[in-house]
């Protein structure tokens, strides 16, 4: 058996909501279901930041709360 280990487990995908900042240049961002404020401020630079998506690794939610909208 030619049995290679894979460096890294592979983790699945998904379209994440998230705020994107709007400066440009700046790569700020940070995941919606972290923010609880309407119109969150980028913690970089501290500019508005608008709705956006992401494809990002799924998370482990340890909260249980999970797609309420
Ligand atoms: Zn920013």
Redesign the pocket.
Known sequence: MNYRKKPFEEIPEESTDVWS?T?DG?K?WMRNNFTFASEPT?P??S?AMVPDTKMLPLLVNTTGIKGIR
């Open positions: 900042c400066q700046c700020g980028c970089l630079c500019s």
